[in-house]
Nanobody, 115 residues
Framework: QVHMVESGGGLVQAGGSLRLSCAASGITFRFNDMGWYRQAPGKQRELVASITRRYSMNYADSVKGRFTISRDNANNTVYLEMNSLKPEDTGVYYC?????????WGQGTQVTVSS
């Protein structure tokens, strides 16, 4: 059974930083491309950043230059470093394989950015 356990969210002021972590189990992590997704209130879930098994990274235009995705294959963990946070970054952040699998969603971690 696949589990994705996200952590590291919280309440932060605009301009602040957070580092999210996601521990994955039940998949052969090193062979999977991974992604961070977010769902803002009243909006659809969207892809924020992805990293391939060969460490190629891509970002949504809205977070380029502010967010950095990374992975640790030895510990089956994917990270999202978020800097210069904006109120519009508020939402629940999830990790999943990329492209996403509907059956792999975890509980997510809440990020709230106050203005």
């Amino acid at each position: 059974q696949v589990h994705m356990v996200e952590s590291g969210g919280g309440l932060v002021q605009a301009g602040g930083s957070l580092r999210l972590s996601c521990a994955a189990s039940g998949i052969t992590f090193r062979f999977n491309d991974m992604g961070w997704y977010r769902q803002a209130p009243g909006k659809q879930r969207e892809l924020v950043a992805s990293i391939t098994r060969r460490y190629s990274m891509n970002y949504a235009d809205s977070v380029k230059g502010r967010f950095t995705i990374s992975r640790d294959n030895a510990n089956n963990t994917v990270y999202l470093e978020m800097n210069s946070l904006k109120p519009e970054d508020t939402g629940v952040y999830y990790c999943n394989v990329y492209p996403m699998s509907r059956s792999y969603w975890g509980q997510g971690t809440q990020v709230t950015v106050s203005s």
